[in-house]
């Protein structure tokens, strides 16, 4: 089976669509499907087999991310979908309806996964703008889009129920990203700590993810502050860049906590990242708005301790007996049970063996097999009787 994945986001640029699309793309090709990909060109990433760049300019105040051609992708996409069995669309921007049309024009299915809330994150991007106006906007539109495909993928029940909520009609399934468990396991935290000058016995807290406004990292710092009465040697390793990384470097400079607050930048995923989970005590997260948290599970595969809000896509993963601490939306709360946490080790012991337990259950190669029976389902069916989305319609 030949299935054709289409983004506007792609390495070398990290997210967490990025990593979705890489991990599946590489377990994929097991379970008897190839994957051809049309994606951003970046820089000069040379040529990549099955990996088709599209040229685009940089998005104003992010430069990180590219807007492709409209024409350029729309071609790109028709001619890399000739002899493919069916389209699946990782975003919502050009590759959704480049996408659409080759599906259309060939009679491909065409699915996509929704993989980000846009409601939640569009008023940080565009603040002069009416936030209740923007966030209708934002329903309206996805719905539109969603209800235009032959089915949605979603990576959590609560962006289900969102989407639902939305008026989406069309079918979805849940089928979270994987995880690659050996690689996570395989960290040397040791060597991490020495390479970046941090004792063996300071106690060490770990956010990793897009430094954005959305991921609410100031609630973090915030909840350090508390915590620090009381552990004052804690110290918060921040791993990732983004549009919000000035502003918080500005604020942790102005709080005096440049010795409790240190920005990593973006690791590799292969070395560094895993040695910099296995590293830390305890994994701190605090987005209200993330559609599944695959950075939980990556600290969980590694056997780290996770402590996070629990909300939106993250509440499938954050429960009791599953190495996980959910404190209440409050800093002070947040900062007084983060620092029991380093004061009682004795009470949260149990927690790092109940996280690899439960990571095991998300693993990569039992995700991608899920996915490549979904795709083959639907490519027997139209979009009225896929017997899969009759199926799961109701999960």
Sequence with gaps: MRVLMVSDVYFPRVNGVSTSIETFRR?????????????????????QPGITRVAGRAVPGDPEDRIVG?????????????????????????????????????????????????????????????????????????????????????????????????????PMYVLPTGIPLERFRQGDGAAFRAAHGIPAERPVALY??????????????????????????????????????????????????????????????????????????????????????????????????????????????LAPGKGCITPPDDTAAFGEILAHFFNHPEVWRHLAAEAIHFAATWSDQIMAEHLASLYRDCRRASRTSCPVWAATAGL
Aim: hydrophobic share 45%; with cysteine.
């Design 27 to 47: 377990k994929l090709d097991a379970e008897g499907v190839e994957v051809r990909l049309v994606v951003p060109r970046y820089a000069d990433e040379g040529l």
């Design 70 to 170: 409209w024409r350029a992708m729309h071609r790109a996409v028709a001619e890399a979908a000739a002899g493919c069995d069916l389209i699946h669309v990782q975003t919502p921007f050009v590759a959704h309806y480049a996408g659409l049309a080759a599906g259309r024009k060939l009679g491909l299915p065409v699915l996509a996964t929704y993989h980000t809330l846009f409601e939640e994150y569009v008023h940080h991007y565009a603040p002069k703008l009416p936030a209740n106006w923007l966030r209708t906007a934002a329903r309206a539109i996805s719905r539109r889009q969603c209800n235009a495909l032959d089915g949605v993928i979603v990576p959590s029940s609560a962006m289900k129920a969102r989407l639902t909520a939305y008026g989406v009609s069309t």
């Design 208 to 317: 990793v993810g897009r430094v954005a406004h959305e991921k609410n990292i100031g609630f973090l710092i915030d909840a350090l502050i508390v915590a620090r009465k009381q552990v004052p040697e804690l110290l918060l390793l921040i791993t990732g860049e983004g549009p919000a990384s000035a502003e918080l470097k500005q604020r942790v400079t102005e709080l005096g906590l440049q010795d409790a607050v240190r920005f990593l930048g973006y690791l590799g995923r292969q070395q560094e990242l895993p040695g910099c989970y296995k590293a830390a005590d305890i994994f701190l997260f605090a987005s209200r708005t993330e559609t599944q948290g695959l950075v939980l599970l990556e600290a969980m595969a590694a056997g780290l301790p996770v402590m996070a809000l629990s909300a939106m896509g993250t509440i499938d993963i």
